[in-house]
């Protein structure tokens, strides 16, 4: 079945560091997205990828839709403690339903101040 | 703003109990969806709805029903709670066919005892 192979599974940072992590996948989609998810909460989008080989930033976030279609990454730059949460990529396959994603499993990122 | 609303943030109810968890969204958005979220899982659909009456079943329908009598409003029912239904449940919404960004409620956490 599809699959999001997301990674690392935690980070552990201090504050100012860069950050990356990636999602891939054997399949192909057409839409990557990257959420971020703060304890208790549900998950807040934080950049949409629709065209291979998009760059995307919202901020001091940077998102990239891989040339194969199979992965994307997410860079936070000069990170704060805020940034600390739960970072997950969900994408749409190509061909499939209209209304599903498939989600990874996540990233743990916590900065020490 | 798309606002995702549900009807409790926490929620402790007995096994055997019937549970309805309520979700509603105020951007006249055709698509809804419910998740859970468990710990190394990830996110698992459980249901999802692309029109008021229609529904169709997610990864794991087992033990849940749900119910769309009006477009803003996205019902999930637990008809007998068990123990292994423990778990964060998040509502989202995505706009029409071509709408592939979900928003998401703040989720309920629901023990079930």
């Known amino acids: 079945g599809q699959q999001l192979n997301q990674s690392p599974q935690s980070m552990f940072i201090q504050e100012g560091e860069d950050v990356s992590m990636n999602c891939t996948s054997s399949s192909i989609f057409n839409t990557w997205l990257w959420y971020k998810q703060d304890p208790g909460e549900g998950p807040v989008l934080l950049i949409a990828l629709y065209k291979a080989g998009e760059l995307t930033s919202n901020g001091r976030l940077t998102a990239q839709f891989g040339i194969t279609r199979k992965d994307s990454f997410l860079n936070i730059s000069a990170s704060i403690p805020s940034d600390v949460g739960i970072y997950f990529c969900?994408?749409?396959?190509?061909?499939?339903?209209?209304?599903?994603?498939?989600f990874g499993k996540g990233t743990l990122l916590t900065v020490n101040p | 703003d798309v606002k995702v609303t549900q009807s409790s943030r926490y929620l402790v109810k007995r096994t055997g109990e019937k549970v309805f968890l309520e979700c509603v969204q105020d951007?006249?958005?055709?698509?809804m969806f419910w998740y859970r979220q468990d710990p190394g899982l990830g996110l698992r659909l459980i249901y999802f709805?692309?029109?008021?009456?229609?529904?169709e079943k997610g990864d794991i329908p087992e033990g849940y029903s749900v119910s769309r009598e009006k477009k803003e409003r996205f019902s999930l029912i637990l008809e007998s709670a068990s123990t292994n239904q423990t778990s964060m449940y998040l509502c989202?919404?995505?706009?029409?066919?071509?709408?592939?960004?979900?928003?998401f409620g703040p989720g309920t956490r629901l023990t079930v005892l």
């Open positions: 989202a919404s995505s706009f029409g066919t071509s709408g592939t960004e979900q928003f």
């Open positions: 969900a994408a749409r396959r190509s061909g499939g339903s209209n209304y599903k994603l498939t």
């Open positions: 709805s692309y029109d008021v009456k229609m529904k």
């Open positions: 951007m006249d958005h055709e698509n």
